[in-house]
């Protein structure tokens, strides 16, 4: 039998790692099992939705978004939201994101419900709304975790990895790039340019590192993304002069191909769930550095290079000053990472998170 899915998001578009979550969890399902709808809050990226647009219906919500649009959402009732988006019943309703999509499908009369956490909740802003759901889908072990310590049932708590399609990903990695490298090693990271991936941090701990080298540090930073904070990255990358090592590159459809012309993949946010990017440089063999979010210590373990470092600057400034001083352990975590690439494939996931859409 055929089972009816609603999956609910804020956005569905590029740099949005949730997004990117959700579209190749959609193109690996079993499709003679589940038949899938797909209702988007906000924007819909009809270029990033093509190669799964056959496999889903779309439900278009406010069809836009400008800034500060959400609080405005914010206020009307999750109960209205729900009627006035969600017309058909399913068999299965998945809040697959933190806000809108979480407050509404709360809300929903039907008592097939997930609520699927990617970034924990650490003031537990939203509880009286997870308290409402039959279960809670944590994308790591640490997540699952912290909502049991959080007085949540351990048999209301699951976990599952995302699926990322390393098909999709290794065969888009040797294509060409227009930005050649400068110096000996390169740090990239690929992410939406908001606040909470904490970027003007880690700008701070760049020019800290280059300030303290005095014209040593042979480094180069790459950035991938746009959201917010572009112009005042830009402006800060400027004023302190360090557009010769710091690259804000902008949004790409194919950030797999400078990821593998990368040395090393750096995570530097406040917060995570468990990071789709770092997963996919393990993917590509690119070692990972990430401050201590969810799911870094799981990663580090599974692919057994890079590091774990304290979620602060001062961390942050000492461990790119160490490995830009002894570059030759970021090429044996290469080594390393390349041969455990095949730990995050997608084959043991796919069968856990169907598991999981049968069950509740």
């Given amino acids: 039998m055929t089972r009816r899915i609603l999956f609910v998001i804020n956005h569905f578009g590029f740099s949005n790692g949730v997004a990117s979550v959700l579209r190749s969890l959609i193109a690996n399902l079993n499709k003679k099992r589940y038949e899938i709808s797909l209702l988007v809050i906000y924007d819909f990226n009809e270029e990033f939705a093509r190669p799964i647009i056959e496999q889903m219906k779309v439900i278009r919500g406010f069809g836009f978004y400008v800034r500060g649009f959400d609080k405005i959402v914010n206020l009307i009732p999750s109960g209205l939201l729900y009627k006035l988006f969600v017309k058909n019943h399913y068999d299965l309703e998945i809040a697959f994101q933190y806000g809108i999509p979480t407050k509404m499908i709360s809300a929903s009369p039907n008592t097939h419900k997930i609520c699927w956490m990617h970034g924990f909740d650490e003031s537990m802003v939203l509880r009286k709304y997870y308290q409402q759901f039959p279960v809670i889908v944590n994308v790591s072990k640490t997540g699952k975790n912290k909502m049991i310590k959080e007085g949540f049932l351990p048999e209301k708590c699951e976990y599952?990895?995302?699926?990322?399609?390393?098909?999709?990903?290794?065969?888009?990695?040797?294509?060409?790039?227009?930005?050649?490298?400068?110096?000996?090693?390169?740090?990239?990271?690929?992410?939406?340019?908001?606040?909470?991936?904490?970027?003007?941090?880690?700008?701070?701990?760049?020019?800290?590192?280059?300030?303290?080298l005095k014209g040593k540090a042979d480094a180069e930073f790459w950035i991938i993304g746009d959201g917010t904070e572009r112009f005042k990255m830009y402006k800060y990358i400027h004023i302190n002069d360090l557009s010769k090592q710091v690259k804000l590159l902008g949004e790409k459809t194919n950030p797999y191909k400078y990821i593998k012309n990368a040395d090393c993949y750096f995570c530097g946010s406040y917060h995570e769930g468990f990071s789709t990017t770092c997963q996919e440089a393990a993917i590509i063999g690119i070692p990972v550095v990430s401050v201590n979010v969810n799911g870094a210590n799981e990663l580090n373990e599974m692919q057994g290079a890079g590091r774990v470092i304290e979620n602060n600057e001062d961390a942050i400034y000492r461990e790119l000053i160490s490995i830009i001083q002894t570059p030759q352990i970021v090429f044996k975590w290469k080594s390393i990472a390349f041969s455990n690439r095949n730990k995050f494939y997608k084959q043991h996931r796919i069968k856990k998170i169907e598991e999981v859409l049968d069950k509740y």
Avoid: G, Q, W
């Fill in 160 to 212: 599952c990895y995302n699926i990322i399609d390393e098909e999709t990903i290794l065969e888009k990695v040797d294509e060409s790039i227009e930005i050649k490298r400068k110096h000996t090693l390169v740090f990239i990271t690929v992410a939406r340019l908001a606040p909470d991936k904490a970027f003007m941090r880690y700008l701070a701990c760049i020019k800290k590192v280059i300030d303290e």
